[in-house]
Structures are given as structure tokens and as C-alpha cells.
């Protein structure tokens, strides 16, 4: 029986996970569910799991829980406010840490649990943009197990040999890992029809059914963009090794190509349910109420290249890696700020990339070798970002 803590359980990645877990209870038992304010959710959450612990970081909807929750026959200890969180990450009783807090605020309790050596179900890609080598330091010092949770990474993990973090790409035989992208809702749009385009448009993906802020980075396709550096660092991949091509179907999830010509490559249904399950029962493998792959019904699967001029975010997340240091830091933090202005309609969807664009000129770039400093960009830039959308 392993118990587990799943950060950000209200969430598109939460809710697939705590699926799983509901047809494989006695396997899994949850000691804590944690959410920003969706208590609704939450509620209904711990009627069903009965876990030992909440979060919730919003004051007044943990008021509003702690008044409904013996109305709904629920009995765990509330804790309020984002310290929290990491405690539920490194309890000593917790085995597994499912990392599903979207955005820099899922990079502490994630951290906490990398530390902490738990099996880390990495579905927070920010944390490894904001913090890559810290983070990675830290699963290697602490013998964590790191399952990655992203479609691709999880593709990529399982096209690998056995255990691939921190080995060297080359040693395995790999000549370069090639993630593929969907192309999001915008794929066939040019420039000038990009610029009118609606919150409601770019969250309406094709294949995949997600929270908001990934939904918009994917339209922008910054998320590709994350996914590189996330690869770079997980991987431990030269950036000239990391290829980006677009694959409408996203049937193919990503692939690895070796030295020898062989690509291997994990192909399934778009339906997270997948790489949830597998890092979960890793290294065996469980069902995961994912429907099986009919690739006679799909019939064909298309490739293009990705045009950096339609998608400029890509562009960025390259040369911010390449920069260094803490580029990537301000780059992510931006790119928070600029897509809570776009979906509040404060500012259109090319002038995301724009605002990105401007803050990686003005903050300047330290080491990231210290996660004080990190925590000092990530706010400086979102001062500047901030200001910058207030004075357009
Ligand atoms: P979501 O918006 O659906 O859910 C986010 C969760 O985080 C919610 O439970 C919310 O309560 C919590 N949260 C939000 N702000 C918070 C804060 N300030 N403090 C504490 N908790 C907070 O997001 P999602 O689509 O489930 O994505 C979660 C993470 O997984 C993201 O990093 C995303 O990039 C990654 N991911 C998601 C998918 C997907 O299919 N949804 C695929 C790959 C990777
Ligand atoms: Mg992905």
C-alpha cells in the first residue's frame, strides 16, 4: 500500500490521477489532497478518499471548507497557506508526491518532496524550468524516484534505457530526442489572424482536455517551448539534441532516436490517464480506463516543422535556455504574468510573446545555482512584467 499526497487535486491532472487511484484502492491510500480555493471539488474529493490531510491556500475558502466539512461527514486536519503544502510533500509517511500545482507555485512543494526522496510524479514542468539544476541535485542526493508526467517526457522516459537521469545521452546511443506538439488550436493560422484571437479560442484545445494556463501555452505554444528545457534538464540533453516537430494527432507522444537509425517512440490515445497510470505502477504497469489505441480508425499521422515566426514563444524558450542562469526563471515568471493579462483580456495573444520578449531584456541574469536568488528574479520580473502590461 503506498501512500500518497497529490498537490493540486482539483485540478485537470489531479482529478486524472485521483481517477486512477479510485479503481486501484488497495493499492494506494491518499494522506493529503491539496487546491488553491476550488472547495467544491475538494469536498467531494475527500468524501471519497478520506484523506488524513487538506491544503488549502486561500484563507477564506478553507474558512468555508472547515464549515462544510461535517456536513459532508469528512474528518481530516485542514491547514491554510502555501507552507503547508510542503509539509504534506516531505511528511515521513508519505510515499508518493503527485507534483500537480500549476505554475512557480508548485515549485516549493515540489522541491520539498525531490528532497525529501519520494517517488515524484513531476506534472509541475515550471518547477524544473524555474529550478532545473537544483532540482535535479536534489532527486540525486536524496535517491528520489522522478517519474516524469508529461506526455512527452513520459514518452521520452519510456523510449529510454532503464533509468536514464544523468547518464549521458551519447553513452545510451541516442542521437537526439525529438517531442512532438499538437500545434494547438492555432496551428494553421497565420500572423495577422493570430492577433483577434479569443481567451475562449485559445483554451478550446483539439486533443487534450487541460487547465487554462497550460491551455494558453499551448496556443502560444510556449508549453512546447517549457517542455524543451524540462527535457534538457531531465534528460540531461544538450540543447542542440532536443528537436520540436508538430504532429496534429498527437498519437505519437515523442521519440528517441538512436545512433544506430532505430527511433523508438510511445504512442498512445491523447488521455493523461496514461502516463499517470504508468508512473504510478511503475515499474509495473496497471490499467488506466485509457481507451486502447486504434491506429486503423485513425487511419494516418501527419508531421510539419514549427515556424518560429507563427510561434515566437518557441524561439524563446531556445535562446532563454541557451542564455543561462536564470533566464529561463524570467522567462517562466513572464510568461505567468502575460498569460493571466491575456486571459483577462488585458492584453492580445501576440503581445504574450512581446511581453516575454521585453522582460528577458530588462531583468538582469544571475546564477541559478541558489534558490534565494531564483525566488528573487521570479519576483523582480513579475514586478516589471506587471508594469510593463499596466503601462500599454
Ligand atoms: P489546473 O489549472 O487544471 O489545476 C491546477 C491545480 O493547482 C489546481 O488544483 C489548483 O487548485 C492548484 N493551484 C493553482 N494555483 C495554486 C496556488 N497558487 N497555490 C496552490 N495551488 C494552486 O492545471 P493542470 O492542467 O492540472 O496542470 C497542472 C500542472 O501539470 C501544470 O504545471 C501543467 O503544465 C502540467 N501538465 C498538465 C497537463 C494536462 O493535461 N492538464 C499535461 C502535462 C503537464
Ligand atoms: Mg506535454
Redesign the pocket.
Known amino acids: 500500500m503506498k501512500s500518497i499526497t497529490v498537490?493540486?487535486?482539483?485540478?485537470?491532472?489531479?482529478v486524472s490521477t485521483l481517477d486512477i487511484i479510485s479503481h486501484h484502492r488497495d493499492e494506494f491510500s491518499v494522506f493529503a489532497l491539496?487546491?488553491?480555493?476550488?472547495i467544491e471539488k475538494l469536498l467531494e474529493q475527500c468524501q471519497q478518499f478520506q484523506p488524513k490531510h487538506v491544503v488549502i491556500?486561500d484563507e477564506q475558502a478553507a474558512q468555508k471548507f472547515r464549515e462544510q466539512m461535517a456536513g459532508h461527514k469528512i474528518n481530516c486536519e485542514v491547514h491554510v497557506g502555501?507552507q503547508a503544502?510542503v509539509t504534506v510533500a516531505e511528511q515521513c509517511e508519505v510515499d508518493y508526491v503527485m507534483a500537480?500545482?500549476?505554475?512557480a507555485?508548485?515549485l516549493l512543494p515540489s522541491l520539498a518532496a525531490a528532497k525529501a526522496g519520494k517517488r515524484v510524479l513531476l506534472?509541475?514542468?515550471?518547477a524544473l524550468v524555474i529550478t532545473g539544476e537544483l532540482f535535479m541535485n536534489a532527486i540525486k542526493q536524496s535517491g528520489a524516484e522522478l517519474l516524469p508526467?508529461?506526455?512527452e517526457h513520459n514518452a521520452l522516459y519510456q523510449s529510454l534505457p532503464f533509468k536514464p537521469f544523468g547518464q549521458s545521452l551519447s553513452e545510451m546511443g541516442v542521437n537526439r530526442l525529438i517531442l512532438t506538439a499538437s500545434g494547438g488550436p492555432f496551428r494553421t493560422f497565420t500572423a495577422d489572424q493570430l492577433v483577434g484571437v479569443t481567451p475562449e479560442q485559445a483554451v478550446a484545445h483539439p486533443n487534450?482536455?487541460?487547465?487554462?494556463?497550460?491551455s494558453v501555452?499551448s496556443a502560444t505554444m510556449m508549453?512546447k517551448g517549457?517542455e524543451v528545457i524540462e527535457a534538457h534538464w531531465l534528460f540531461n540533453a544538450p540543447i542542440q539534441q532536443i528537436d520540436v516537430m508538430i504532429h496534429p494527432q498527437s498519437v505519437i507522444h515523442s521519440m528517441v532516436e538512436y545512433t544506430d537509425g532505430s527511433v523508438i517512440a510511445e504512442l498512445g490515445m491523447p488521455d493523461?490517464r496514461t502516463p499517470i497510470a504508468y508512473a504510478l505502477a511503475w515499474p509495473k504497469r496497471i490499467p488506466s480506463g485509457v481507451k486502447q489505441l486504434n491506429l486503423l480508425e485513425i487511419g494516418k499521422l501527419e508531421f510539419y516543422p514549427v515556424d518560429f515566426k507563427q510561434f515566437p514563444c518557441m524561439k524563446l524558450c531556445y535562446e532563454a535556455l541557451a542564455m543561462g542562469g536564470t533566464a529561463t526563471v524570467t522567462l517562466n515568471a513572464a510568461n505567468e504574468i502575460a498569460v493571466e493579462a491575456f486571459l483577462q483580456k488585458r492584453i492580445n495573444f501576440i503581445q504574450i510573446a512581446q511581453i516575454v520578449e521585453t522582460s528577458l531584456e530588462k531583468v538582469t541574469i544571475q546564477p541559478a545555482n541558489d534558490l534565494e536568488i531564483i525566488l528573487a528574479v521570479d519576483a523582480e520580473t513579475r514586478l516589471i512584467t506587471q508594469k510593463a502590461i499596466a503601462a500599454l
Open positions: 498537490l493540486g487535486s482539483t485540478g485537470s491532472i489531479g491539496t487546491c488553491h480555493n476550488k491556500v502555501a503544502l500537480a500545482i500549476v505554475g507555485a508548485g506534472a509541475n514542468k515550471e508526467i508529461d506526455s487534450w482536455k487541460m487547465g487554462q494556463k497550460i501555452d508549453n517549457l493523461m
